[in-house]
Every structure is written in structure tokens, then in C-alpha cells.
């Protein structure tokens, strides 16, 4: 394996245990709340103290690397990591797992912003592009085939073994990370900011249509993967009537669509440049969501799966390349950057699951109206792109 491929397969790696850290233990709920001594729905609060604590992590962590350095602050961050999972598996109160659940988000919100950060420090354009759409198809892989671990693990190990492997993924990325990459970030290019100019610097960067148009375009549709995860369960399970073994096997065929179209895209726009084939990614997208909708009332498997598939398809196309042209023009911000777009993508990740059970529809309905509106949204936003990146283009 080439220094370059054993790079872009750590900063996957780095990407994608945060997912993962979360979705393996979502068939475990029902045991760990019996071993916890807690309600079953009081199982979400470990989902939202780490969706809470990640994204405002987030913001932390890209000016502190971009004034620090991408090395401190990613060991450090998986070495908290590890420990806040090595916490979780000894777990035996629901404080305690809340507890080691914020301190997980709290280590590998670093890991997850720094591997996009690292990124940009490395590559430049055509390479940028490839090296996110790695990156971006371990993040959707992880929540595809996670789940399906977990089951198997919590069946034949018991749930503790789930935390006793993420620790032990922190631990080899931490390995990894000390043997192959040395700081990315140059002296001379660090940037000394306060507190205050980084509000600042986040605002501006919100305030610049080359960063918003995109970010949010691309953050729209991350959170209608997440709200397609969410709606998953009670749409195959209780609706269809399949176990959650058969779930937890969908959700992994689902990644072989995501990890095409992410590998695909590239290549597309080097032929016809990122912005008209993110269009394209967006119609696509739209059109899984429409199909949603209009087939939710006498939906079987194949309809299902025919919507979910174009949406994914859209996303998996979108993801990598909306990144790199969200990123590309600020180099010199990379972390900062980075950040605010990481922040975004959870926000919006966290509020499409909460409109999941908030929408008083069924919840196939639900699900076609929120992927309808994420990829119409995305479609607007990249198509803005678009308009005002002409007048450069000429």
C-alpha cells in the first residue's frame, strides 16, 4: 500500500469513528437500558448529549488547530476518546454512560473536523477532491455497516464489547496516526486569534456566499441520511415486519450505493467541473425523496429501497464534492473552516432526527417529505453556487 493510500485510509478512518461510536450501539438500546436500570427512551440521551457536545466541539477545535496544529489536538482528542469508551464499557448507571457518551464526543469531535482540515493541508483541487470523497464515503459507511456489527456483537459478546472495540479503533488510530503523518499545519501559517476573532472569523465565514451556499447545501443532505437512519428502523421493522438483523443488513447493501457514487464523482467533475455535477447529485437526490413521498401509502421493499438508492446516490455524489468547493477556497482557515462546516452538518443532522418523530405523519411519509425538502433546498443552494461563481468562470 503506496504513503498516499495509507494516508487517505487513516483520514477515513479518523472521519468515521465518531459514527461509528454511535450507530453500533443502536441495536444494543433495549439491553443496555435492562443492564442501566433506565426506560428505553431515556436510551436518547446518549444519542443527544453526543450530537450536542460533537458539533460545539466542533467549533473549539478548528481555531485551536489552526493556531496549535492538527497533531496535538487529534492525539489528544483520541486519547480522550478512549477513554470516555473505555468509561462507557464499565458503565453501570445511565449518568455514567451520559457521562462517558459526552466525553467520547468530546475527544473525537477532533478527529472527525481535523480529518477534512488535514485534508486541505495536504491536496489541492482534482487531489482534494479525491481525497474528501474517501474520506466522505468511511462517514456514510460507518452508520451503514455499524449497525450491523453492533447487532452481531451485542448477540454473542453482550453490548459492554461494542465500547471495548471503539476504544480499541482509537487506540490503532492513535498508532497510525503517531507512525504516518507528522504536523501538517506549518509554523509560519498558524494563526493567533482570540476569542473574539474567532466569532468574528465564523461570522464572516457565514457572511461569504463561497462558504454558506455549499456548507448548508451540503449540510441539508447529511441530515436526511440521518433522517433516513432514524425513520429506518420503524419503516422496515414495525411497518414491513423484517427483524433487525435484516435492517441492520440493508443499511450495509445501502453503503455500496454511497461508496459508488463517492468514487464516481471525482472523476465527473473533472470532466464537467464540481458544481454542475453536485446539481445533478442534488436532482437526483430529489427525485428519491419525490418517489418517497409518492410511494409511502403501498410501499414494499423494492419501492423502498428504489427511493432510498436515488437519494443516496445524490448524497454520496454531493458529499465529497460540496466539501471540497466549501473548503477549497480557504486555505488558510482550513480548521476554522472546517469546523463551522462540521458544526452545520450536526446541527442539521440533529434537527432532521428530531423532526422524525416531531411530524405528526407516518413516519414513511415523514421520511419522503424531509429528503424532499433537504434536496430541493440543496439543489437552491448549489445552483446560487453556480450563478455566482459564472462572472469568475468567464
Same mark, same amino acid.
Given at each position: ?19 461509528? /461510536?454511535? *450507530? $453500533? ?8 437500558? #435492562?443492564?442501566?436500570? #433506565? ?13 450536542? !457536545? ?27 476518546? !478512549? ?6 464499557? @464499565? ?16 475527544? !473525537? ?19 482534494? #477532491? ?18 450491523? $456489527? ?5 448477540? %454473542? ?13 482509537? /487506540?490503532?488510530? =492513535? ?21 473574539? &476573532? ?28 440521518? #433522517?433516513?437512519?432514524? /425513520?429506518?428502523?420503524?419503516?422496515? =421493522?414495525? @411497518? ?47 427525485? &428519491?425523496?419525490? /418517489? %418517497? ?14 427511493? $432510498? ?16 468547493? *466549501? ?5 488558510? %482557515? ?16 440533529? $434537527? ?15 421520511? &419522503? ?22 462572472? %469568475?468562470?468567464?
Amino acid at each position: 500500500m503506496s504513503t498516499s493510500t495509507r494516508t487517505l485510509v487513516l483520514l477515513s478512518g479518523l472521519a468515521a469513528v465518531g459514527t461509528l /461510536s454511535t *450507530t $453500533i450501539i443502536l441495536p444494543s438500546f433495549p439491553a443496555m437500558a #435492562a443492564s442501566l436500570n #433506565a426506560a428505553p427512551a431515556d436510551m436518547a440521551l446518549t444519542l443527544s448529549s453526543f450530537f450536542l !457536545v460533537f458539533a460545539v466541539g466542533q467549533l473549539l477545535v478548528g481555531p485551536l488547530s489552526d493556531r496549535y496544529g492538527r497533531r496535538p489536538l487529534i492525539l489528544g482528542g483520541l486519547t480522550l476518546f !478512549v477513554l470516555g469508551s473505555l468509561l462507557g464499557a @464499565g458503565a453501570t448507571d445511565l449518568s455514567t454512560m451520559v457521562a462517558a457518551r459526552v466525553i467520547q464526543a468530546a475527544g !473525537v469531535c477532533a478527529a472527525s473536523v481535523l480529518a477534512r482540515a488535514v485534508a486541505r493541508d495536504l491536496y489541492d483541487g482534482p487531489l482534494l #477532491a479525491k481525497a474528501l470523497a474517501f474520506i466522505m464515503v468511511a462517514m456514510a459507511a460507518a452508520p451503514g455497516f455499524s449497525p450491523l $456489527i453492533g447487532s452481531l456483537i451485542d448477540s %454473542q459478546f453482550g453490548w459492554r464489547t461494542s465500547f471495548v472495540l471503539v476504544a480499541a479503533a482509537g /487506540s490503532a488510530l =492513535i498508532l497510525s496516526y503517531s507512525l504516518l503523518l507528522d504536523e501538517t499545519r506549518a509554523p509560519s501559517a498558524r494563526l493567533k486569534m482570540t476569542v473574539a &476573532g474567532t466569532a468574528k472569523a465564523y461570522m464572516q465565514l457565514l457572511g461569504d456566499r463561497r462558504f454558506a451556499l455549499p456548507a448548508l447545501s451540503v449540510s441539508l443532505v447529511i441530515g436526511g441520511l440521518y #433522517a433516513f437512519f432514524a /425513520s429506518a428502523p420503524t419503516i422496515m =421493522i414495525r @411497518g414491513m415486519g423484517y427483524s433487525s438483523l435484516q435492517l441492520g443488513l440493508f443499511f450495509a447493501a445501502t453503503v455500496l450505493v454511497v461508496f459508488s457514487a463517492g468514487i464516481l464523482a471525482p472523476r465527473l467533475a473533472q470532466r464537467w467541473g464540481a458544481i454542475p455535477v453536485v446539481i445533478i447529485g442534488s436532482l437526483l437526490a430529489l427525485s &428519491g425523496g419525490v /418517489s %418517497q413521498v409518492l410511494l409511502h401509502e403501498s410501499q414494499d421493499l423494492l419501492q423502498f429501497s428504489l427511493a $432510498i438508492c436515488l437519494f443516496l446516490a445524490g448524497m454520496g455524489v454531493i458529499n465529497p464534492l460540496g466539501t471540497a468547493v *466549501t473548503l477549497q477556497p480557504f486555505a488558510e %482557515q482550513a480548521g476554522l473552516a472546517s469546523s463551522l462546516l462540521g458544526f452545520l452538518q450536526m446541527t442539521v443532522a440533529a $434537527i432532521g432526527t428530531g423532526l422524525v418523530s416531531a411530524v405528526a405523519q407516518p413516519p414513511s411519509l415523514t421520511l &419522503g417529505l424531509l429528503l424532499s425538502a433537504a434536496a430541493l433546498c440543496s439543489l437552491g443552494g448549489f445552483l446560487l453556487c453556480s450563478a455566482h461563481s459564472e462572472p %469568475q468562470m468567464a
